[in-house]
């Protein structure tokens, strides 16, 4: 069991910086946040995973070309944010830090309350 909740421990301008950053890499168009791996188009927006959310796989939403590589740091970035769990609306009191976000959202136990929007879908 964990004790504690992260955000708890958090300075205040330690949290408010936690939540800036969240804003920063908030999709202005779908409103989720976005997760690795970090592309961004020569216009500096960063991509989410939603295919609606740009022109084509290499046009972003603004018309802009897509540049081509990872922002690598950007992952560094968000392994360490904190989230409230998505499943926080259906009872989830969980804190969750940006690199445990995914598996925590599969194994979440308020999760069977509503279908989760899987960002991702494997066609392996
Ligand atoms: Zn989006
Ligand atoms: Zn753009
Ligand atoms: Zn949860």
Redesign the pocket.
């Known amino acids: 069991m964990a004790s504690g909740n992260v955000f708890t421990q958090l300075r205040p301008c330690h949290a408010q910086m936690n939540e800036y950053v969240k804003k920063l890499i908030t999709?202005p168009?779908?409103q989720?946040y976005?997760t690795p791996p970090y592309r961004q188009c020569s216009e500096g927006h960063l991509l989410?995973s939603?295919p609606?959310?740009r022109k084509s796989d290499t046009i972003c939403f603004c018309g802009r070309p897509i540049i081509d590589f990872e922002i690598k740091r950007m992952k560094l970035i968000y392994d360490m944010l904190c989230f409230s769990c998505e499943y926080e609306k259906n009872g989830c009191k969980a804190v969750i830090r940006g690199k445990d976000l995914e598996s925590h959202l599969l194994n979440c136990e308020y999760k069977n309350r509503t279908e989760p929007l899987s960002p991702r879908r494997s066609s392996v």
Do not use: K, L, R, T
């Open positions: 999709c168009y779908c989720v976005v989410c939603n609606e959310c």
